[in-house]
């Protein structure tokens, strides 16, 4: 899955390609913006293709030989919203994911919520469940089914806090870092959390629950992703907010 290129010269690039079985590898793609090049519909972002590298371990920038085109994914540049939608996945494949370090889940789960885009409503649905997808794979699970602080049964009643810090939903109160979030908006995340099984959450509680997953997404890596503000222009560039002044749940 080429989810990242370059231009390397007038006549070739530099590609960052998702791969199942040797996680993420960065190629030279020779002759690739050539009017007849080698490689069977362009080295083209979002899409996906059977392989041949040359592999340069001395270098970490691999040769690429054959691009064989599988899945275009055409359908991601008839739908602004799911371009967007399918570009901030590419980058969090490129953010989480390290050289030669296997993430087949994450790659599947790729492959899954791009086809699920070509859906005109998905695009949030498709999104959040990757989003969690993703995060579980990558090793960084929040915890949701109880407290990330406490040993006792998660109540019912009350505000809802996450921790990004502790990473999951918390009892205590009063820490300015943590954020509230809505209950409508935990029970989408729980949602997402069974691979989209049963009915869909209404669209609001999606939206906000993208939000809070994308901002924990931010917080993990220290720095936003480059295409967050697409998505979430309103809490691009800010610190999430604490209880009482809003959030991103």
Not at 11 to 18: E, I, M
Not at 21 to 42: E, T, V
């Given at each position: 899955m080429c989810?990242?290129?370059?231009?390397?010269?007038?006549?070739?690039?530099?590609?960052?390609?998702?791969?199942?079985?040797?996680?993420?590898?960065?190629?030279?793609?020779?002759?690739?913006?050539?009017?007849?090049?080698?490689?069977?519909?362009?080295?083209?972002?979002?899409?996906?293709?059977?392989?041949?590298?040359?592999?340069?371990?001395?270098?970490?920038?691999?040769?690429?030989?054959?691009?064989?085109?599988?899945?275009?994914?055409?359908?991601?540049?008839?739908?602004?919203?799911?371009?967007h939608a399918a570009c901030y996945m590419a980058d969090l494949c490129q953010c989480l994911v390290q050289d030669h370090d296997p993430h087949p889940e994450i790659y599947d789960a790729l492959s899954d919520a791009l086809r699920a885009l070509a859906e005109p409503t998905a695009a949030g649905r498709s999104l959040l469940v990757f989003q969690w997808r993703v995060l579980v794979h990558g090793g960084f699970r929040p915890v949701i089914d109880g407290y990330a602080d406490a040993r006792e049964p998660l109540s019912t009643a009350g505000v809802v806090r996450f921790s990004p810090e502790l990473g999951g939903l918390v009892r205590r109160a009063g820490v300015p870092e943590d954020w509230p979030v809505r209950r409508a908006t935990l029970q989408a995340v729980h949602w997402a959390a069974t691979g989209g099984r049963g009915a869909a959450p209404p669209a609001g509680d999606v939206d906000r629950a993208n939000a809070l997953l994308g901002c924990y997404v931010r917080y993990i890596l220290g720095q936003e992703p480059r295409t967050f503000a697409l998505l979430f222009p309103k809490l691009s560039g800010v610190r999430a907010p604490g209880p009482g002044r809003g959030g991103p749940g």
């Open positions: 989810i990242r290129h370059w231009d390397w010269s007038e006549t070739s690039q530099t590609v960052s390609l998702l791969t199942r079985d040797h996680g993420l590898l960065r190629a030279i793609a020779k002759g690739s913006r050539r009017p007849k090049a080698p490689y069977s519909g362009g080295v083209e972002l979002l899409s996906r293709a059977r392989v041949g590298l040359i592999l340069k371990p001395a270098s970490g920038l691999h040769l690429l030989t054959e691009w064989d085109l599988v899945e275009p994914f055409g359908h991601l540049r008839r739908d602004l919203r799911a371009l």
